[in-house]
Protein backbone atom coordinates (compact mmCIF):
# COMPACT_ATOMS: atom_id res chain seq x y z
CA UNK A 1 0.00 0.00 0.00
CA UNK A 2 2.65 2.50 -0.88
CA UNK A 3 0.51 4.75 -2.76
CA UNK A 4 -0.37 7.30 0.22
CA UNK A 5 -4.34 7.61 -1.04
CA UNK A 6 -4.64 3.33 -0.73
CA UNK A 7 -5.40 2.55 -4.07
CA UNK A 8 -4.07 -0.32 -6.19
CA UNK A 9 -1.85 0.84 -9.06
CA UNK A 10 -3.20 -2.24 -10.56
CA UNK A 11 -6.90 -1.33 -11.09
CA UNK A 12 -9.84 -3.19 -9.56
CA UNK A 13 -10.08 -6.95 -9.04
CA UNK A 14 -13.06 -8.46 -10.82
CA UNK A 15 -14.53 -11.73 -9.68
CA UNK A 16 -15.91 -14.11 -11.47
CA UNK A 17 -19.15 -15.00 -10.36
CA UNK A 18 -20.26 -11.88 -10.99
CA UNK A 19 -18.02 -9.73 -13.47
CA UNK A 20 -20.54 -6.59 -12.37
CA UNK A 21 -17.92 -6.97 -9.58
CA UNK A 22 -15.27 -4.45 -9.16
CA UNK A 23 -12.90 -4.63 -6.11
CA UNK A 24 -10.95 -1.28 -4.87
CA UNK A 25 -8.85 -0.83 -1.98
CA UNK A 26 -8.65 2.83 -0.23
CA UNK A 27 -7.13 2.35 2.38
CA UNK A 28 -6.84 6.10 3.13
CA UNK A 29 -10.88 6.94 2.96
CA UNK A 30 -12.00 3.77 4.33
CA UNK A 31 -11.63 2.25 7.46
CA UNK A 32 -12.55 -1.01 9.37
CA UNK A 33 -12.16 0.57 12.78
CA UNK A 34 -14.45 3.43 13.09
CA UNK A 35 -15.64 2.16 16.28
CA UNK A 36 -12.53 2.81 17.84
CA UNK A 37 -13.45 6.86 17.45
CA UNK A 38 -16.17 5.93 20.80
CA UNK A 39 -13.01 4.62 22.68
CA UNK A 40 -11.08 7.53 21.92
CA UNK A 41 -14.19 9.87 23.07
CA UNK A 42 -14.52 7.09 26.76
CA UNK A 43 -10.33 7.98 27.09
CA UNK A 44 -10.97 11.95 26.07
CA UNK A 45 -14.03 11.95 28.78
CA UNK A 46 -11.93 10.18 31.52
CA UNK A 47 -8.70 12.10 30.31
CA UNK A 48 -6.51 8.97 30.31
CA UNK A 49 -3.87 8.99 27.78
CA UNK A 50 -3.58 13.08 28.10
CA UNK A 51 -2.00 11.93 31.46
CA UNK A 52 1.02 10.26 29.59
CA UNK A 53 2.22 13.43 29.21
CA UNK A 54 3.16 14.19 32.57
CA UNK A 55 4.25 10.57 33.54
CA UNK A 56 6.47 9.86 30.80
CA UNK A 57 9.99 11.25 29.90
CA UNK A 58 10.59 12.27 26.11
CA UNK A 59 14.00 10.76 25.56
CA UNK A 60 14.12 12.54 22.26
CA UNK A 61 16.51 15.85 22.24
CA UNK A 62 15.97 17.08 18.80
CA UNK A 63 13.25 19.23 17.74
CA UNK A 64 11.99 17.36 14.28
CA UNK A 65 9.87 14.99 16.01
CA UNK A 66 6.99 14.42 13.62
CA UNK A 67 5.00 12.63 16.63
CA UNK A 68 4.74 13.41 19.77
CA UNK A 69 4.93 11.08 22.71
CA UNK A 70 0.91 10.89 23.32
CA UNK A 71 0.17 9.96 19.76
CA UNK A 72 2.55 7.43 19.83
CA UNK A 73 1.14 6.49 22.88
CA UNK A 74 -2.36 6.15 21.83
CA UNK A 75 -1.33 4.41 18.78
CA UNK A 76 0.05 1.70 20.59
CA UNK A 77 -2.80 0.92 22.99
CA UNK A 78 -5.78 1.57 20.38
CA UNK A 79 -3.89 -0.85 18.01
CA UNK A 80 -3.96 -3.29 20.69
CA UNK A 81 -7.71 -2.49 21.35
CA UNK A 82 -8.38 -2.75 17.42
CA UNK A 83 -6.58 -6.64 17.59
CA UNK A 84 -3.00 -5.51 16.15
CA UNK A 85 -1.19 -6.87 19.26
CA UNK A 86 2.27 -5.72 17.86
CA UNK A 87 3.48 -3.29 15.42
CA UNK A 88 3.62 -4.92 12.58
CA UNK A 89 0.86 -3.63 11.21
CA UNK A 90 1.51 0.41 11.83
CA UNK A 91 2.68 1.12 8.29
CA UNK A 92 -1.52 0.00 7.60
CA UNK A 93 -2.72 1.60 10.20
CA UNK A 94 -1.17 4.72 10.21
CA UNK A 95 -2.66 5.53 6.93
CA UNK A 96 -6.26 4.16 8.44
CA UNK A 97 -8.39 7.25 9.02
CA UNK A 98 -9.76 6.31 12.47
CA UNK A 99 -6.49 5.83 13.50
CA UNK A 100 -4.69 9.12 12.22
CA UNK A 101 -8.10 11.05 13.80
CA UNK A 102 -7.41 9.25 17.05
CA UNK A 103 -4.10 9.61 17.32
CA UNK A 104 -4.28 13.52 16.46
CA UNK A 105 -1.89 16.23 15.74
CA UNK A 106 0.22 16.17 12.53
CA UNK A 107 -1.42 12.47 11.82
CA UNK A 108 -5.03 13.94 11.03
CA UNK A 109 -3.39 15.61 7.48
CA UNK A 110 -0.80 12.87 6.83
CA UNK A 111 -0.41 9.21 8.57
CA UNK A 112 0.39 8.28 12.41
CA UNK A 113 3.74 6.60 13.04
CA UNK A 114 5.43 3.84 10.98
CA UNK A 115 6.36 0.68 11.73
CA UNK A 116 10.04 1.75 12.65
CA UNK A 117 8.52 4.65 14.64
CA UNK A 118 6.18 2.51 16.81
CA UNK A 119 9.10 -0.09 17.21
CA UNK A 120 11.58 2.30 18.63
CA UNK A 121 8.95 3.69 20.47
CA UNK A 122 8.14 0.43 22.24
CA UNK A 123 11.38 -0.82 22.64
CA UNK A 124 13.60 2.34 23.03
CA UNK A 125 11.36 5.26 24.45
CA UNK A 126 9.52 2.72 26.49
CA UNK A 127 11.66 0.14 27.80
CA UNK A 128 13.97 2.62 30.14
CA UNK A 129 13.74 2.55 33.62
CA UNK A 130 11.72 5.50 34.34
CA UNK A 131 9.39 5.44 31.75
CA UNK A 132 8.60 1.60 32.51
CA UNK A 133 7.84 2.19 35.85
CA UNK A 134 5.58 4.90 34.89
CA UNK A 135 3.33 2.43 32.88
CA UNK A 136 3.19 -0.11 35.39
CA UNK A 137 1.87 2.76 37.51
CA UNK A 138 -0.63 3.47 35.12
CA UNK A 139 -3.45 0.94 34.89
CA UNK A 140 -3.93 2.44 38.66
CA UNK A 141 -3.78 5.54 37.98
CA UNK A 142 -6.21 4.73 35.22
CA UNK A 143 -8.59 3.58 37.52
CA UNK A 144 -8.63 6.19 40.17
CA UNK A 145 -9.71 8.02 37.58
CA UNK A 146 -12.50 6.26 36.81
CA UNK A 147 -13.15 5.46 40.52
CA UNK A 148 -13.24 9.44 41.04
CA UNK A 149 -16.32 9.64 38.75
CA UNK A 150 -18.07 6.42 40.09
CA UNK A 151 -16.77 5.78 43.75
CA UNK A 152 -16.96 2.29 44.87
CA UNK A 153 -18.42 1.48 48.22
CA UNK A 154 -16.12 -1.92 48.66
CA UNK A 155 -12.88 -3.17 47.06
CA UNK A 156 -12.38 -6.71 45.98
CA UNK A 157 -8.90 -7.80 44.71
CA UNK A 158 -8.76 -11.00 43.00
CA UNK A 159 -4.83 -12.52 42.59
CA UNK A 160 -3.91 -15.17 39.82
CA UNK A 161 -1.25 -16.04 37.50
CA UNK A 162 -1.11 -17.30 33.98
CA UNK A 163 0.69 -18.80 31.22
CA UNK A 164 2.38 -16.92 28.03
CA UNK A 165 4.20 -19.11 25.51
CA UNK A 166 6.95 -18.51 24.06
CA UNK A 167 8.39 -19.40 21.41
CA UNK A 168 12.40 -19.15 20.20
CA UNK A 169 15.29 -18.09 22.20
CA UNK A 170 13.60 -15.28 24.02
CA UNK A 171 14.95 -13.91 27.63
CA UNK A 172 13.59 -15.21 30.58
CA UNK A 173 11.64 -17.90 29.04
CA UNK A 174 11.68 -21.44 30.66
CA UNK A 175 10.04 -25.11 30.69
CA UNK A 176 6.75 -24.90 33.16
CA UNK A 177 5.77 -27.84 34.24
CA UNK A 178 2.33 -26.97 35.25
CA UNK A 179 1.26 -25.56 32.03
CA UNK A 180 3.04 -28.23 30.12
CA UNK A 181 4.99 -25.49 27.62
CA UNK A 182 7.64 -23.07 27.48
CA UNK A 183 6.48 -19.55 28.80
CA UNK A 184 6.45 -16.50 30.60
CA UNK A 185 4.41 -16.44 33.72
CA UNK A 186 2.93 -13.35 34.20
CA UNK A 187 0.82 -11.87 37.86
CA UNK A 188 -1.94 -10.48 37.58
CA UNK A 189 -4.47 -8.27 40.06
CA UNK A 190 -7.91 -7.74 39.10
CA UNK A 191 -10.68 -5.74 41.04
CA UNK A 192 -14.16 -6.73 41.31
CA UNK A 193 -15.25 -4.72 37.93
CA UNK A 194 -12.48 -6.54 35.83
CA UNK A 195 -10.43 -3.77 35.94
CA UNK A 196 -6.53 -5.06 35.88
CA UNK A 197 -5.06 -3.19 38.90
CA UNK A 198 -1.22 -4.32 38.32
CA UNK A 199 0.42 -6.87 36.57
CA UNK A 200 3.73 -8.42 36.39
CA UNK A 201 5.61 -10.32 33.39
CA UNK A 202 7.89 -12.83 35.20
CA UNK A 203 9.71 -15.78 33.85
CA UNK A 204 8.60 -19.03 32.90
CA UNK A 205 10.09 -21.22 36.21
CA UNK A 206 8.69 -18.89 38.71
CA UNK A 207 6.29 -20.11 41.35
CA UNK A 208 2.18 -18.52 40.92
CA UNK A 209 3.39 -16.41 43.84
CA UNK A 210 6.38 -15.25 43.19
CA UNK A 211 6.86 -11.31 43.65
CA UNK A 212 3.52 -11.03 45.08
CA UNK A 213 4.56 -8.45 47.26
CA UNK A 214 5.78 -6.35 44.52
CA UNK A 215 2.41 -6.89 42.59
CA UNK A 216 -0.05 -6.86 45.56
CA UNK A 217 1.57 -3.93 47.51
CA UNK A 218 1.15 -0.90 45.24
CA UNK A 219 -2.28 -1.68 45.00
CA UNK A 220 -3.38 -2.42 48.71
CA UNK A 221 -0.93 1.68 49.24
CA UNK A 222 -3.67 3.16 46.94
CA UNK A 223 -6.69 1.97 48.27
CA UNK A 224 -5.72 2.09 52.07
CA UNK A 225 -6.50 5.82 53.14
CA UNK A 226 -9.49 5.14 51.86
CA UNK A 227 -13.10 4.30 53.63
CA UNK A 228 -13.84 1.19 51.51
CA UNK A 229 -14.32 -2.59 52.76
CA UNK A 230 -11.40 -3.89 51.30
CA UNK A 231 -11.36 -8.08 50.56
CA UNK A 232 -9.00 -10.26 48.92
CA UNK A 233 -9.24 -13.75 47.13
CA UNK A 234 -6.47 -15.86 45.90
CA UNK A 235 -5.91 -19.80 44.94
CA UNK A 236 -3.64 -22.21 47.14
CA UNK A 237 -0.89 -20.81 45.87
CA UNK A 238 -1.27 -17.49 48.21
CA UNK A 239 -1.69 -19.78 51.26
CA UNK A 240 1.09 -18.66 52.52
CA UNK A 241 1.27 -17.04 56.15
CA UNK A 242 3.27 -13.87 54.92
CA UNK A 243 0.51 -13.07 53.02
CA UNK A 244 -2.47 -13.89 55.79
CA UNK A 245 -0.20 -11.54 58.26
CA UNK A 246 -0.14 -8.39 55.31
CA UNK A 247 -3.59 -8.81 54.38
CA UNK A 248 -4.84 -8.44 58.43
CA UNK A 249 -1.97 -5.91 58.96
CA UNK A 250 -3.87 -3.63 56.09
CA UNK A 251 -7.40 -4.39 57.18
CA UNK A 252 -8.20 -6.87 54.31
CA UNK A 253 -10.82 -9.39 54.88
CA UNK A 254 -9.48 -12.83 52.38
CA UNK A 255 -10.71 -16.15 51.26
CA UNK A 256 -7.92 -18.51 50.73
CA UNK A 257 -8.26 -21.78 48.82
CA UNK A 258 -6.18 -24.36 51.00
CA UNK A 259 -4.71 -27.64 50.12
CA UNK A 260 -5.87 -30.27 51.91
CA UNK A 261 -3.81 -32.28 54.14
CA UNK A 262 -4.24 -35.46 57.04
CA UNK A 263 -4.88 -32.81 59.73
CA UNK A 264 -7.68 -31.04 58.14
CA UNK A 265 -9.33 -33.93 56.42
CA UNK A 266 -9.64 -35.53 60.37
CA UNK A 267 -11.38 -32.43 61.52
CA UNK A 268 -13.89 -33.16 58.90
CA UNK A 269 -14.18 -36.88 59.11
CA UNK A 270 -17.62 -36.61 60.24
CA UNK A 271 -18.68 -35.38 56.75
CA UNK A 272 -17.03 -37.75 54.77
CA UNK A 273 -18.79 -40.83 55.26
CA UNK A 274 -21.05 -41.66 52.08
CA UNK A 275 -24.80 -40.53 53.37
CA UNK A 276 -27.14 -43.59 54.09
CA UNK A 277 -29.91 -44.42 51.65
CA UNK A 278 -30.35 -44.38 48.25
CA UNK A 279 -27.34 -42.16 46.33
CA UNK A 280 -29.08 -38.55 45.75
CA UNK A 281 -29.81 -37.62 41.92
CA UNK A 282 -28.58 -34.26 42.89
CA UNK A 283 -25.29 -32.52 44.47
CA UNK A 284 -25.62 -33.12 48.19
CA UNK A 285 -23.51 -30.21 49.42
CA UNK A 286 -22.49 -29.65 53.56
CA UNK A 287 -20.48 -27.16 55.32
CA UNK A 288 -18.19 -27.02 58.09
CA UNK A 289 -16.24 -24.31 60.38
CA UNK A 290 -13.31 -24.53 62.67
CA UNK A 291 -10.10 -23.37 63.73
CA UNK A 292 -6.79 -24.70 62.53
CA UNK A 293 -2.81 -23.53 63.01
CA UNK A 294 -0.40 -24.95 60.36
CA UNK A 295 3.44 -25.58 61.32
CA UNK A 296 4.42 -21.98 59.87
CA UNK A 297 1.38 -20.10 60.86
CA UNK A 298 1.66 -17.89 64.26
CA UNK A 299 -1.53 -18.61 65.72
CA UNK A 300 -4.90 -20.65 64.70
CA UNK A 301 -7.10 -19.42 62.19
CA UNK A 302 -10.73 -20.09 60.66
CA UNK A 303 -10.83 -22.71 57.96
CA UNK A 304 -14.23 -23.59 56.20
CA UNK A 305 -14.76 -27.04 54.46
CA UNK A 306 -16.94 -27.39 51.40
CA UNK A 307 -18.11 -31.45 51.00
CA UNK A 308 -20.20 -32.43 47.92
CA UNK A 309 -21.25 -35.76 46.98
CA UNK A 310 -21.62 -35.95 43.27
CA UNK A 311 -24.05 -38.52 41.69
CA UNK A 312 -22.07 -41.15 40.36
CA UNK A 313 -19.21 -40.77 42.13
CA UNK A 314 -17.49 -42.97 44.87
CA UNK A 315 -15.61 -40.11 46.60
CA UNK A 316 -16.82 -36.60 48.32
CA UNK A 317 -15.16 -33.39 46.19
CA UNK A 318 -13.55 -31.75 49.40
CA UNK A 319 -12.24 -28.36 49.61
CA UNK A 320 -10.84 -25.85 52.20
CA UNK A 321 -10.88 -21.95 52.76
CA UNK A 322 -8.53 -19.98 55.59
CA UNK A 323 -10.50 -16.57 56.18
CA UNK A 324 -11.07 -13.91 58.26
CA UNK A 325 -14.65 -13.92 57.39
CA UNK A 326 -17.20 -13.76 60.22
CA UNK A 327 -19.89 -14.89 57.88
CA UNK A 328 -21.29 -18.04 57.86
CA UNK A 329 -19.74 -21.26 55.61
CA UNK A 330 -22.13 -21.27 53.05
CA UNK A 331 -21.42 -17.33 52.47
CA UNK A 332 -18.06 -17.48 52.89
CA UNK A 333 -17.60 -20.30 49.77
CA UNK A 334 -20.13 -18.23 47.69
CA UNK A 335 -17.80 -15.18 48.45
CA UNK A 336 -14.86 -17.22 47.58
CA UNK A 337 -16.54 -18.90 44.03
CA UNK A 338 -16.69 -15.29 42.51
CA UNK A 339 -12.86 -15.53 41.90
CA UNK A 340 -13.18 -17.65 39.14
CA UNK A 341 -14.45 -14.06 37.78
CA UNK A 342 -10.73 -13.58 37.52
CA UNK A 343 -9.91 -16.29 35.20
CA UNK A 344 -12.60 -15.03 32.78
CA UNK A 345 -10.53 -11.58 32.28
CA UNK A 346 -7.72 -13.49 31.40
CA UNK A 347 -9.05 -15.14 29.32
CA UNK A 348 -10.90 -12.62 27.91
CA UNK A 349 -7.02 -10.46 28.06
CA UNK A 350 -5.79 -13.46 25.95
CA UNK A 351 -8.92 -13.74 23.18
CA UNK A 352 -9.48 -9.99 22.94
CA UNK A 353 -6.20 -7.77 23.47
CA UNK A 354 -4.19 -11.00 22.99
CA UNK A 355 -1.59 -9.91 25.35
CA UNK A 356 0.16 -13.13 25.42
CA UNK A 357 2.23 -11.88 22.59
CA UNK A 358 5.11 -11.19 23.99
CA UNK A 359 7.51 -12.09 21.14
CA UNK A 360 10.35 -9.56 21.63
CA UNK A 361 13.80 -11.44 22.09
CA UNK A 362 14.71 -9.23 24.97
CA UNK A 363 12.84 -9.39 28.18
CA UNK A 364 12.35 -5.76 28.92
CA UNK A 365 10.69 -5.04 26.07
CA UNK A 366 7.86 -7.91 26.19
CA UNK A 367 7.94 -6.20 29.99
CA UNK A 368 6.38 -2.91 27.70
CA UNK A 369 4.59 -4.91 25.53
CA UNK A 370 2.31 -6.67 28.72
CA UNK A 371 1.72 -2.86 30.01
CA UNK A 372 0.43 -1.94 27.28
CA UNK A 373 -2.07 -4.81 26.47
CA UNK A 374 -3.19 -4.32 29.96
CA UNK A 375 -4.03 -0.40 29.28
CA UNK A 376 -5.86 -1.31 26.06
CA UNK A 377 -7.21 -3.97 28.16
CA UNK A 378 -8.18 -1.37 30.66
CA UNK A 379 -9.72 1.42 28.60
CA UNK A 380 -11.96 -1.89 27.11
CA UNK A 381 -13.35 -2.92 30.01
CA UNK A 382 -13.94 0.76 30.43
CA UNK A 383 -16.13 0.39 28.06
CA UNK A 384 -17.85 -2.46 28.78
CA UNK A 385 -18.55 -1.25 32.33
CA UNK A 386 -19.67 2.49 32.24
CA UNK A 387 -20.78 3.32 28.70
CA UNK A 388 -22.95 0.03 27.38
CA UNK A 389 -26.82 0.24 26.96
CA UNK A 390 -28.72 -2.09 29.51
CA UNK A 391 -29.49 -4.04 25.97
CA UNK A 392 -25.69 -5.09 25.00
CA UNK A 393 -24.42 -4.81 28.92
CA UNK A 394 -23.56 -8.45 28.87
CA UNK A 395 -21.14 -8.59 25.81
CA UNK A 396 -17.67 -9.22 26.54
CA UNK A 397 -14.26 -7.95 24.82
CA UNK A 398 -14.39 -10.13 22.33
CA UNK A 399 -18.26 -9.31 21.53
CA UNK A 400 -17.24 -5.44 21.66
CA UNK A 401 -14.39 -5.89 19.67
CA UNK A 402 -15.97 -7.81 16.52
CA UNK A 403 -19.25 -5.34 16.58
CA UNK A 404 -18.31 -2.24 18.27
CA UNK A 405 -14.43 -1.67 17.05
CA UNK A 406 -14.60 -3.66 13.80
CA UNK A 407 -17.45 -1.10 12.37
CA UNK A 408 -16.69 -0.42 8.36
CA UNK A 409 -17.29 3.32 7.81
CA UNK A 410 -16.42 5.81 4.57
CA UNK A 411 -14.89 8.81 4.80
CA UNK A 412 -16.29 11.93 3.38
CA UNK A 413 -13.98 15.22 3.67
CA UNK A 414 -15.54 18.77 3.50
CA UNK A 415 -14.42 22.24 4.17
CA UNK A 416 -14.72 22.35 7.57
CA UNK A 417 -15.54 18.86 8.66
CA UNK A 418 -15.07 15.13 8.07
CA UNK A 419 -17.72 12.57 8.23
CA UNK A 420 -17.13 8.57 8.78
CA UNK A 421 -20.13 7.40 6.78
CA UNK A 422 -20.74 4.20 9.07
CA UNK A 423 -22.08 0.54 8.35
CA UNK A 424 -24.84 -0.12 10.68
CA UNK A 425 -24.94 -3.97 11.42
CA UNK A 426 -24.43 -5.29 14.96
CA UNK A 427 -24.37 -1.13 15.80
CA UNK A 428 -27.06 0.82 14.30
CA UNK A 429 -27.05 4.50 14.76
CA UNK A 430 -29.59 4.49 18.09
CA UNK A 431 -27.19 2.10 20.19
CA UNK A 432 -23.90 3.88 19.04
CA UNK A 433 -25.91 7.27 19.85
CA UNK A 434 -26.90 5.99 23.59
CA UNK A 435 -23.08 4.57 23.80
CA UNK A 436 -21.74 8.35 22.88
CA UNK A 437 -24.60 9.90 25.56
CA UNK A 438 -23.18 7.59 28.53
CA UNK A 439 -19.75 8.57 27.54
CA UNK A 440 -20.71 12.24 27.80
CA UNK A 441 -22.37 11.53 31.52
CA UNK A 442 -18.96 10.98 32.28
CA UNK A 443 -17.61 13.98 31.70
CA UNK A 444 -16.34 16.60 34.73
CA UNK A 445 -19.63 19.26 34.64
CA UNK A 446 -18.81 22.53 35.66
CA UNK A 447 -19.46 24.26 38.87
CA UNK A 448 -22.72 25.73 38.83
CA UNK A 449 -23.33 29.51 38.26
CA UNK A 450 -22.85 31.96 41.42
CA UNK A 451 -26.61 32.98 42.49
Not at 48 to 68: A, I, Y
Not at 115 to 142: C, H, I, K, P, Y
Not at 397 to 418: D, N, P, Q, W
Request: glycine residues 8%; positive net charge.
Amino acid sequence: MANPEGESVDGPLRLDFDRRLKLEFHGSRITTDAGLLAYRELDDALGLTDMVGDELVDPRTGKNGQHVLTGLFRQSVFGRLGGYEDVNDADRLGRDPAMRWIVGGRAVAKQAASTSQMGRFETEFLAGDENLAALVDLSGQWIDRVHARHPPKAIVLDMDSSVSPTHGDQEGTAYNGHFACTCYHPLFVFNQFGDLERSELRPGNVHSADGWRDVLEPVVARYRERSLRRYFRGDAAFAAPDIYEFLEAEGYKYTIRLKANAILQQSIAYLLTRPVGRPSNHVVRTHASFSYQAGSWDRKRRVVAKVEWHPGELCPRVGFIVTNLSRPATRVVAFYNQRGTAEQHIKEGKNAIVWTRLSCRKFRNNEVRLQLHALAYNLGNFMRTLALPEAVKHWSLTSLKERLVKIGARIVTHGRYVTFQMAEVAVPRGLFEEILRLIAQLRPQPPPAPA
